[in-house]
């Protein structure tokens, strides 16, 4: 094995300057893209303690630690915070800021100036949301629906409302960024086929980002004119009809399922290629299930509204559709399993959040086919059966496979190494946690108990119990990486440019990054994946 010799003193992104202002006036996508990182946990850590109090509520069957009042408070602290200000933002915001630009050997993104502005956007609405939720207390759930959200709650829905149309602009910048990036930096050679599964994943996100976000922010509007105005749009009692709402909404909700996941997946096809060391099974049609699951996406919103009185017509076109949107994703698993088969597996860190990825996406996608059929949606809607499903897809795979590209680029971005054992430990514990806290939630769901509810007969107190001790494991396991990352900022070993040993143009350039990526724009001669070089080139 090479030595490796490195000046520690070196120019880098980290260290070009110390003062705030070069930090919060920068243009430099990597900077960004930490800052994004540092809000997008606090957000995370503000979702997760509304979580935590009130599954402490669900351990007894009576309403006895918080009011009832205030349990619809804390739900809807968790489900606005969490969507809108992690688990949509998470990855692209942050990962795909950081490695967009030195995975296609650009020097940065498109638009330096629109990206800082994004995150200040971000920030702006994040914290106008944070107050209205947290110190308004807002009661509609994360849904907004109406009529109850346009004139009968007395809390600070306007305000939310505002700080997430402030956020869905600052989205809307970021997917406009992407595409331009990836259609007019790429490094010369870096032809479509060749492009990162990771590249492409983001690439299908941003047309999501551009198409979907805008009719959000028109519908969230039209609650707030209703609200402030009296115009009658979604309340019955006006001449209204709150079943648009739905329609508006799930046009663009449905969707954003995919803006959490398809980044995610892409996430996970560079960590399968990289710890089987194999290139990605079938390529071309990995990255076309992306393209797919972004079309169809928009497709298939109407499988949220079954029981709201859509025909049934309608409800037998979306339950197809709902099936077919399977496929492509159907097509990444399979690929991903046939790319484990026969490879040199290394179950580091980074590939056991993949793996358990992998076991919860399973779980998530094969739930969401039985909401998807017409006849059961009907026995398990509005339960925690669909609180289950939701989390396994939303927050369990896509939060296993963002630490994992956390833990995977975690030498790139700070230039310094994690004690893998802890990393092990984290990945375990929230695998297991994650398991206990939600599995238990389908048999709730499918046996009648429905969600939003701060009491619950007797007999569902077993299972409660179960998935708040889930909930106490899961919590330990997210809080480990935050503590030994942090840690190893000062105390980890350095790291050369590739300490993994993998192919990829991010992994060509120093750790961390210099400011302006590469000294020379590489020349790209053969596709992705092809490469694992067998000893270390950290030179």
Known sequence: MASITFDRFRENYLNAGYTARSWLLTLDHKRIAVLYMISITFFFFVGGFAAVLFRLELLTPQADLVSLDNYNRLFTVHGIIMIFFFLVPAIPSVLGNFLIPLMIGARDL???????????????????????????????????????????????????????????????????????????????????????????????TSLIF????????????????????????????????????????????????????????????????????????????????????????????GHHMFVAGQSAFNAAIFSGLSFLVAIPSAVKVFNWTATLYKGSISLDTPMLYALGFIGLFVIGGLTGL??????????????????????????????????????????????????????????????????????????LGYQGMPRRYATYPEEFQVLNVMSTAGASIVSLGYLLPLIYLIWSLRTGERVGPNPWRVSGLEWTTSSPPPTENFSTIPVVTAEAYTDFPEDDEDE
């Open 110 to 204: 498109a638009y330096p100036r629109l990206n800082l502005a994004s995150w200040y956007l971000f920030m702006i609405g994040g914290f106008i949301t944070f107050g209205a939720v947290v110190f308004g207390g807002v009661d509609t759930g994360w849904t907004f629906y109406t009529p109850y959200s346009s004139g009968y709650t007395n809390t600070a829905v306007v305000a939310t409302i505002v700080g997430v149309f402030i956020a869905g602009i600052s989205t809307i910048l970021t997917g406009l960024n992407f595409i331009v990036t990836i259609h007019k930096l790429r490094a010369p050679g870096m032809t479509w086929s060749r492009l990162p599964l990771f590249v492409w994943s983001h690439y299908a």
């Open 210 to 301: 551009i198409l979907a976000t805008p009719v959000l922010g028109v519908s969230l509007l039209l609650v707030v004119a209703e609200r402030l105005l009296g115009i009658g749009i979604f309340d019955p009692s006006r001449g209204g009809d709150p079943v648009l709402f739905q329609h508006l909404f799930w046009f663009y909700s449905h969707p954003a399922v995919y803006i959490m996941v398809l980044p995610a997946m892409g996430v996970i096809s560079e960590l399968i290629a990289a710890f089987s060391r194999r290139r990605v099974f079938g390529y071309t049609f990995v990255a076309l299930a992306s393209l797919a699951i972004a079309f169809i996406g928009f497709l298939v919103w």
């Open 370 to 443: 039985f909401v998807a059929s017409l006849a059961l949606d009907v026995h398990v809607h509005d339960t925690y059966f669909v609180v289950a499903h939701f989390h396994y897809i939303m927050v369990g795979a896509s939060v296993m496979a963002y630490l994992g590209g956390i833990h995977y680029w975690w030498p790139k971005i700070s230039g310094r190494t994690y004690p893998e054992w802890w990393g092990r430990i984290s990945a375990a514990l929230i695998f297991a946690g994650f398991n206990l806290t939600f599995f238990p939630q389908f048999i």
